[in-house]
């Protein structure tokens, strides 16, 4: 009986070192896949913005206000005017 409880407790001892093997694997292998998870829910979630802004870009295609430029000339012509 002796034996025999020898021979299982070593076949339980290296399933227990299979089991830890598997498991630092496995561990490893749920954390690539949540990576990859997020990764490509990330870049879904940016080609969706990228998508959108391309579709909104023609409100901000129009023309541009210069009003700055007006109120620069009229400096420079008010001032060259007082000299």
């Not at 896949?33 to 391309?54: G, I, R, T, Y």
Request: proline content about 1%.
């Amino acid at each position: 009986m002796s034996s025999g409880s020898l021979s299982l407790s070593s076949t339980a001892d290296e399933l227990a070192l299979a089991a830890a093997d598997v498991n630092a694997i496995s561990i490893q292998d749920r954390k690539d896949q949540a990576l990859l998870v997020v990764k490509s829910e990330l870049m879904a979630k940016l080609d969706k913005e990228a998508k959108s802004l391309d579709d909104n870009s023609w409100m901000f295609d129009g023309p541009r206000s210069r009003i700055n430029l007006i109120s620069r000339s009229c400096k420079l012509f008010n001032s060259s005017n007082i000299v």
